[in-house]
């Protein structure tokens, strides 16, 4: 879709509301649009005491307007982050009127709304003042606000009992058996970059010893760790059991909470490997089937059987962890809400303490044919999400966690289930940056947290395992940076 925007330098919230409504189609901002044309105005006005937008579109002839008014306060900060919010909420409005579907999350697009209602809720709003304010201003349905505000709630209490010196560890595994057809990770086939392996844990292992030094010395309390990927279990037994053996000497782990390690892929879970996993005290593993689906899997190229699944998590059901996580995507090609049900029935089956329901996202870099595919799926992920929910919390689960991310089908969400009790608060931690993470490996972002909680300084690894494992005197010198910043604490 063309638009014109006068008045506005930064046109990046027009793009990115006009992407979200209009996922299939690409926005191009022009100079001028023709009458008639199918097109999207926005024109800014200040006043001095306010700004005045107004936001017409036209499609097939039909044209909506849209007025909207932010004021302007002593505070540049609170001034911009009021026009922003009015420049969404006028284009839903004036676009909304020409969907089939209107987005439930309203004019929200970030990744994480309930750190958005968390923001009300630490002003001392109300739940149900946060509740009214969602609808009302941006446009939330009841189950998307009801699911950012149980999380909110969550997320708050959590916070209150964390301490400053609290961190997470997060160590990555960018490598898997082979590569799903919707995967947008940095994650590389063992088949094409498997002779990097052994160099990557080599490298790996140095980064762990040298940050553990480096969290030693500024005194921090590591009390919760997740080794994801990629696919961990992608290692030997014996190489994990190397990787394990490393964080246990590197790390003091007294203050450890919770310790996950995604076995991920059924066709890479031994029992050898599991037992590995055990004996490090590994109490959290996730065995993400995505569907339980044979046709659905083979299309997505997953290289194993929904039975592979099921032995898979009795045989670490009899290893004996504290928590087992399964994932599926709603959404996957092939699927239909009656298979989607399908899987959700059984693994509630199975009675894992985590169930977490992806809703599938284009790939980083899809293209409009990707994109096109995606938005039509709205009402099928729509059904599959509530049978979802539906059978879920029947079953005892609750929602805990969730996120978002950019062009899910339907512009839907990602959302992490629990058994009462069994959150898994790296998740909370991570979505809701409530603490430092320290992330180590190809890919990794460590994100510092500042003593006041309104700041995160990034250091990001290099991406790529060919990268990482000729970086590592780079890499350990980033880490310094923790230091300086726990002297602030
Ligand atoms: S298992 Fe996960 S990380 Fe690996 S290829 Fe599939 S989606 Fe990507």
Known sequence: MIYTVHGLENDHHVREMLLCLLPAETPERVEFAPEGTDALGVAIDHTGTETVIRVCCT???RQVCVEQRAPVTDSEEDTKRAQTHAVKSAIFEAVTPFLDAV?????LTGVRPAKFARGFLEKGYTPVQVAQLMTEQYHVSPARRALAIRSAGIALDCKKRLHPRDISIYIGIPFCPSRCSYCSFVSHSIEKAGRLMAEYLDTLCAEIVHTGKIIKQADLHIISMYIGGGTPTTLSAEQLERLLDTVQNAFDLQYMTEFTVEAG?????TEEKLHVLAQHDVDRISINPQSMNDEVLAA?????????????????RGIGFRAINMDTIAGLDGDTPESFAHTMDTLIGLNPENITVHTLAAKRGADQHDRVRNAEKHETVRQMLDIASQNLTAAGYAPYYLYRQKFMAGGFENVGWCKMGYECWYNVYMMEELQTIVSLGAGGMTKLLSADGRKIRRINNPKYPYEYNTSLEKINAGKQALLAWASEL
């Open 265 to 269: 892929r059924p066709d890479t879970i």
């Open 300 to 316: 997505i190229g997953r290289h194993h059987s929904a039975q592979a699944v099921l032995d898979t998590y009795e045989m670490a």
């Open 59 to 61: 499609r097939g002839g």
């Open 103 to 107: 987005p439930e999350w309203g004019s």
